[in-house]
């Protein structure tokens, strides 16, 4: 038998790993964005997905989409900064779909400027939203699944601003570097209890949070300079996070996975 045949079978019997079928995934910031592709992901590969954001009008708009494609949705008022609407959201996903099998914390923030121009309150919501949020769902979800006996995956979007760093992000890039290893923290705690714990670390994707800037001749001039020469596709996230959300990253932990074309090699 040739090797290209042998490759050929092998790769084909490790498609399934991929899929999600019966998991329950969890999605934060899901109304747009990165939020809202994996979250399509995600259903077409076989979760249940529990979309999860302030608006919902966008939300519901998301889960009719994924539901005419056939495959499950639900979605939840959240706001991740609320320790007790997490608590109240978890135990509406319980009851109407069951513990939550995969996680992934994406809902965040960014309010772009110099460090000795960021207020305190713009420093304080980026970290309430972009880390301590992160850190108390998971909890919950942390707790849920060690009560239920189920292994999980946490999937954490921090970015490739927590790897290097950029003039006027210091409170973005601090927030996103505290999730870098917050996720290794949790995922030393969580093996024993078989909960992996991961991140992705995006370059720049074009979202609402960005789009204007990179609509001028300013930003697309930006993007010709990083080492990829552009912007990533949001599809090309999918991958990735199927990746570690699935048992085909079974033995993946702790690990901070840049997608970005290299960008991060290239900062300082």
Do not use: C
Request: glycine residues 8%; charged residues 20%.
């Amino acid at each position: 038998m040739h090797w290209y045949v042998i490759i050929a079978r092998m790769t084909t019997s490790l498609l399934p790993d991929f899929r999600l079928d019966g998991k329950v995934a969890l999605v934060t910031g899901a109304s747009s964005g990165i939020g809202s592709r994996l979250a399509e992901g995600f259903a077409a590969a076989g979760a249940t997905v529990v979309l999860a954001a302030r608006r919902e009008d966008r939300l519901q708009e998301l889960a009719e989409r994924i539901r005419a494609r056939g495959s499950r949705a639900a979605t939840v008022a959240l706001d991740v900064t609320d320790p007790a609407a997490i608590a109240t959201a978890f135990e509406r996903i319980s009851t109407s779909e069951g513990v939550v099998d995969v996680l992934v914390n994406n809902a965040g923030i960014a309010e772009p400027a110099l460090f000795l121009k960021t207020s305190a309150r713009s420093r304080d919501a980026t970290m309430a939203t972009n880390f301590t949020a992160a850190w108390d769902v998971s909890a919950e979800a942390a707790r849920r699944l060690i009560a239920a006996g189920r292994p999980g995956s946490i999937i954490n979007i921090t970015s490739v601003l927590g790897i290097g760093v950029g003039v006027g992000y210091s409170a973005y890039a601090s927030s996103k570097a505290a999730l870098a290893q917050l996720t290794r923290s949790m995922a030393i705690e969580f093996v024993r209890h078989r909960i992996r714990v991961n991140a992705l670390a995006p370059g720049w994707f074009v979202t609402e949070m960005n789009e204007e800037y990179f609509g001028t001749s300013a930003g697309q001039d930006y993007l010709k300079k990083i080492p990829p020469g552009r912007a990533g596709q949001l599809d090309e996230l999918l991958g990735p996070a199927l990746l570690l959300a699935s048992d085909a990253g079974s033995y993946v932990n702790g690990v901070i996975l840049p997608v970005d074309g290299a960008h991060h090699v290239a900062l300082v």
